[in-house]
């Protein structure tokens, strides 16, 4: 699955569709997925805002070379298939009507189809996804991922957020299980206009990032030092932000067990005011062809960051199957549901199908009005006449932005995660502040009073500290 660069015909909020191709002729190792286009076959899904569905086409106004999921071997053979995802008139609910998937294979020079050369129907496990409620506008998405043991499988994507499908900024992230090993990745779409390419502004620690070509293009990211491991869970956010008429997307993933965030990179989308726009989703892919191997995620703590400051929850899901020539061995072994609060996925090997697996339905689940996170916690390490220094203790919420104020007037303000001094262009006379904003939005202030000329001392490192509470209402003095 693969989502393309055109935009479709919905409002926001709708269902866009992700498509994908894999070249057989290409090193799995270098390129483990190719990013394409929406297929023509689909249609798209608006979560209703009042008491019935809306269903909304598109798919017929996109590109006629857009509707192809292609394996190319000796540069040979096409094949494609179609699905369409319908929305019934009750309220939160989803029906699913498939069409029949089609072969279509090119001949050679002399006319003879080449029969001998087109696989039979493939052997990967169907690919699943959970469409989330989250009709509005928003700067910042948050999902939890868990893989267990049992469902671990080579070459399976376990996509935790895709956002924009078809849309300037379309994009998604989550773990892989990847021959190389268990990364973490992040890919967005370049903009429509052939001169305006996505660009890495900031690579942590292990972060490879790559052009990809094929049905569309634009910049993947992935991480195979940091890793992952089964029965963990993991959090991954993703913030977006404005920067020179540019839209600026990091990237941050949190380690429940050994309580330690990780910037993976932050990308520069060439194009000002992309927000994410659409539905979010979550999906679960074999890309290879393993259907035999069960695969399994759980997924929690889903939620955006809406414009006007509130949190929306992915309390209801719409589940949908991609059936298609490549899976017809394995087409009706998935699974899908609500266990202990989270929503999973599973496909391939023995799996059985459950009530609540059913394609085109809705899963529905009871979540806070908004993340249950740990305050962020940051102090001021000292004050000079020079500078300032502060510190997040290991653990803590990342650093998204700081504000430093000097003598109550505002000193210098900078988006930047890693950033611990500021330095001053002169000494302070009265008073010194720090407020600290996490990637979640939520903001700590310190603040240092200034002492009377002969009893100041170069280094101060007295404070006043303030933490906010949970409720983000009040400070309390620390």
């Not at 043991?149 to 956002?163: D, E, S």
């Not at 979010?280 to 892919?285: M, Q, V």
């Not at 939520?442 to 240092?448: G, H, I, L, N, P």
Request: hydrophobic fraction near 30%; proline fraction near 6%.
């Amino acid at each position: 699955m693969g989502c393309g660069p055109s935009r479709p015909m919905t409002a926001k909020g709708s269902l866009p569709v992700r498509w994908e191709y894999q070249d057989d002729d290409t090193d799995s190792d270098e390129f483990p997925e190719r990013i394409g286009t929406g297929s023509p076959g689909h249609r798209g899904v608006h979560w209703g805002t009042g008491k019935e569905e809306v269903l909304t086409e598109y798919g017929s106004l996109l590109p006629s070379n857009m509707g192809s999921r292609v394996t190319t071997a000796k540069g040979s053979r096409i094949r494609s298939a179609a699905t369409r995802i319908g929305s019934a008139l009750t309220a939160m609910t989803v029906s699913t009507m498939i069409n029949e998937a089609e072969w279509m294979m090119d001949d050679d020079d002399e006319g003879e189809s080449l029969t001998e050369e087109v696989e039979l129907p493939g052997v990967r496990a169907p690919s699943l996804s959970l469409w989330y409620n989250d009709n509005d506008v928003g700067d910042i998405l948050t999902q939890d991922v868990y893989v267990p043991k049992v469902g671990l499988a080579k070459n399976t994507y376990y996509c935790c957020l895709q956002w924009n499908a078809g849309i300037n900024g379309g994009g998604y992230c989550g773990i892989q299980d990847h021959p190389r090993g268990r990364n973490y990745i992040f890919s967005l779409w370049d903009p429509p206009d052939p001169k305006l390419r996505t660009k890495p502004v900031y690579v942590g620690p292990g972060t490879m990032c790559e052009p990809f070509e094929g049905e569309g293009a634009g910049l993947k990211s992935w991480n195979f030092s940091v890793g992952w491991d089964p029965d963990c869970w993991y959090t991954t956010v993703l913030r977006r932000w404005g920067h020179d008429e540019h839209s600026f997307f990091g990237f941050w993933v949190k380690h429940h067990m050994e309580q330690d965030w990780t910037h993976i990179v932050t990308l520069d989308y060439p194009v000002g005011d992309v927000f994410f726009e659409t539905l979010s989703c979550s999906f679960l892919e074999d890309w290879e062809g393993c259907g035999e191997y069960e695969r399994r995620v759980h997924f929690q703590n889903g939620y955006k960051h809406t414009l006007n400051g509130g949190w929306m929850p992915f309390s209801a899901a719409a589940f949908s199957v991609v059936r298609e020539i490549a899976s017809k061995v394995y087409e009706d072994k998935y699974d899908c549901g609500v266990l202990d609060g989270t929503f999973y996925l599973q496909s391939g090997g023995d799996t059985m199908q459950t009530a609540s697996a059913i394609d085109g339905g809705t899963l529905e689940r009871r979540m806070p009005s908004k993340p249950d996170i740990v305050p962020m916690c940051c102090y001021l390490t000292s004050v000079t006449d020079t500078e300032v220094t502060w510190e997040i203790p290991s653990g803590g919420v990342p650093q998204f932005q700081y504000i430093v104020y000097v003598d109550r007037l505002i000193f210098k303000q900078e988006v930047d995660s890693e950033a611990r001094i500021c330095r001053f262009s002169k000494p302070p006379k009265e008073l010194v502040e720090l407020l600290v904003e996490d990637i979640y939005g939520r903001s700590v202030r310190s603040k240092f009073q200034v002492m009377v000329e002969e009893k100041r001392t170069k280094l101060r490192t007295k404070m006043d500290l303030y933490v906010p509470s949970q409720t983000n209402l009040r400070a309390k003095r620390v």
